[in-house]
Nanobody, 116 residues
Framework: QVQLVESGGGLVQAGGSLRLSCLVS????????VGWYRQAPGKQRELVAS???????NYEDSVKGRFTISTDNAKNTVYLQMNSLKPEDTAVYYC??????????WGQGTQVTVSS
């Protein structure tokens, strides 16, 4: 069972920045894809950013140019750098880890609140 622990969420004013971290209990190199989803109240969970083993990144349209996903394989950590935050970025952010033939593993989530 892969365990993921997110950190770095909090309250920030619009235009500010936060960096989320996700510590994974298994080597990130063993994943096909790692990334971040978010879920705002009353909305479905949506993919924010992902990165593959081949270091191919994918971003949700509304965060392109503002968010950057990265990994530190030596630390088994996935990061999400979030700049120019907007109130509509307010959500619980979840880290995930996906390998072939396995269901994805999820963290417990970290709250990000952006005030206007």
């Amino acid at each position: 069972q892969v365990q993921l622990v997110e950190s770095g969420g909090g309250l920030v004013q619009a235009g500010g920045s936060l960096r989320l971290s996700c510590l994974v209990s298994r080597s990130i190199a063993s994943a096909n894809t790692v990334g971040w989803y978010r879920q705002a109240p009353g909305k479905q969970r949506e993919l924010v950013a992902s990165i593959t083993r081949a270091v191919i990144t994918n971003y949700e349209d509304s965060v392109k140019g503002r968010f950057t996903i990265s990994t530190d394989n030596a630390k088994n950590t996935v990061y999400l750098q979030m700049n120019s935050l907007k109130p509509e970025d307010t959500a619980v952010y979840y880290c995930y880890f996906k390998r072939d033939y396995y269901l994805p593993s999820w963290g417990q989530g970290t709250q990000v609140t952006v005030s206007s």
